[in-house]
């Protein structure tokens, strides 16, 4: 085991209408974990409570610990103001997934500037006191397929159809080729060619570009964001969906880390939610099978993206190390893949097999650590030994 993998840990306080946890039973989950497991972040966040994060951050100051506020850019912030939800092809705004309390999918436009600007204020209204050596971004991109079959294809607001005018992006025929897809009954009704360099590409030229419009969109907005962010914290980092699930969201991985000093690619191998791999590959396949069979639509898109066989549902420990490395080579910014080891009935059944089946690779691969999620809070006791096992004497550091 190499002895400079970090660990980082993460902790869902709740939504933005209260904390669900006080800082006391926080500090006292994170002391039993550094029993076996030496910290070398949280990320902590974001129900508005300041006097919470006070008291962990003065903790983990103490520890030598760093502290990344979690915070939600283009979902969750309508419970302060209003925003530009995203517009679906048919001119309406698209469904929300529930998933649990506190937890919103309701999307917003990253295109808007004003939607853009909200999110600045409604940090400087609310967060800016909040104690904290770095910034960590969530939802920092357009919907996917657990919004619906329309989700995927957004957004239509009048920002983005001017935009996409720009871009030599024909609408009324890109909403044709849109229609097409979802009446398809083929079982590849996307078109997809290639999972090359971590992104999708497919045949149908507007198809192409409409998703590289969708890329260029969230990374434009990030931009901006993250240079907002860092003019308050030392350090910046991206939650970011696993591919080639992320490129269908507007995330190009790749050019993300650009931005970012970490990133943490979600590769939820056995959740059944919003940025489980095994979940958002069923919608994919529920939403565009139509009239033929499911597991054919699954099966092709799964042949293209390099997932093996008799590993399709979990993505194979092979793919993982691959994956990681080809992130860690570019060495544009810290690669920190989260894997779940949380327990929910139902939609996280993580025992300690799956983990320690996750950390060995990722222990072995090129990747700077690795992030225990999404809420250390929800993991039973025995999940954790499982990451003990293999990160045993585990050391932090101090320098990127």
Same mark, same amino acid.
């Given at each position: ?11 869902? +306080? ?11 039973? =926080? ?16 990320? $902590? ?21 760093? @502290? ?10 309508? #419970?302060?103001? &209003? ?33 853009? &600007? ?8 609310? #967060?800016?006191? $909040?104690?904290?050596?770095? !910034? ?17 294809? +957004?957004? #239509? ?11 030599? !992006? ?15 009954? +083929? =079982? ?11 992104? !999708? ?36 980092? /991206? ?14 991985? /790749? ?27 069923? &919608? ?10 499911? &597991? ?17 549902? +979990?993505?194979?420990?092979?793919? /993982? ?30 025992? @300690? ?8 690779? =990722? ?6 650590? !690795? ?30």
């Amino acid at each position: 085991m190499d002895n400079d993998k970090r660990v980082m840990i993460q902790i869902f +306080t709740g939504g933005f209408k209260g904390n669900i946890i006080e800082s006391a039973e =926080i500090i006292q989950r994170i002391e039993s974990i550094r029993k076996n497991i030496d910290i070398y972040g949280v990320i $902590i966040g974001w129900a508005d409570n300041k006097e919470l994060y006070s008291k962990v951050k003065d903790y983990l100051t103490e520890k030598n610990i760093k @502290m990344y506020y979690w915070f939600p850019v283009f979902s969750e912030l309508g #419970f302060y103001k &209003k925003f530009q939800q995203v517009v679906d092809y048919t001119g309406e705004t698209i469904e929300n997934y529930n998933f649990q309390e506190g937890e919103d999918f309701t999307f917003y436009c990253p295109n808007c500037k004003d939607n853009i &600007k909200l999110v600045k204020d409604i940090y400087n209204e609310h #967060f800016i006191d $909040i104690p904290a050596d770095g !910034i960590f971004l969530d939802k920092i991109r357009y919907p996917s397929f657990s919004n619906g079959d329309k989700g995927i294809f +957004t957004c #239509f607001c009048e920002d983005c159809k001017e935009k996409m005018e720009q871009e030599g !992006i024909d609408v009324e025929e890109l909403k044709e080729q849109i229609v097409r897809i979802t009446k398809d009954n +083929t =079982i590849n009704p996307f078109g997809i060619v290639s999972s090359h360099d971590l992104k !999708i590409q497919f045949k149908n030229d507007i198809i192409e570009k409409f998703y590289k419009f969708k890329k260029q969109s969230v990374y434009n907005s990030l931009k901006n964001i993250t240079k907002y962010f860092k003019g308050i914290y030392k350090e910046v980092g /991206l939650d970011i969906f696993a591919p080639p699930i992320a490129y269908f969201t507007g995330q190009d991985i /790749l050019e993300l880390m650009e931005l970012a000093d970490f990133v943490k690619p979600m590769y939820y191998r056995k959740t059944n939610a919003p940025a489980g791999i095994p979940f958002e590959f069923d &919608k994919y396949a529920e939403y565009f099978s139509n009239n033929i069979d499911k &597991k054919g639509v699954k099966d092709t898109l799964l042949n293209i993206c390099g997932v093996e066989k008799e590993s399709r549902y +979990t993505y194979s420990n092979c793919l /993982l190390m691959k994956q990681l490395n080809k992130l860690s080579e570019k060495n544009k910014c810290h690669i920190y893949p989260g894997i779940e080891i949380n327990f929910k009935k139902n939609i996280a059944e993580i025992d @300690m097999n799956y983990i320690q089946s996750s950390v060995g690779t =990722i222990s072995k691969s090129k990747a700077s650590g !690795i992030v225990l999620s999404w809420d250390i809070m929800s993991a039973p006791m025995e999940n954790i030994y499982a990451v003990s096992n293999d990160y045993k004497g585990v050391k932090s550091l101090d320098s990127k």
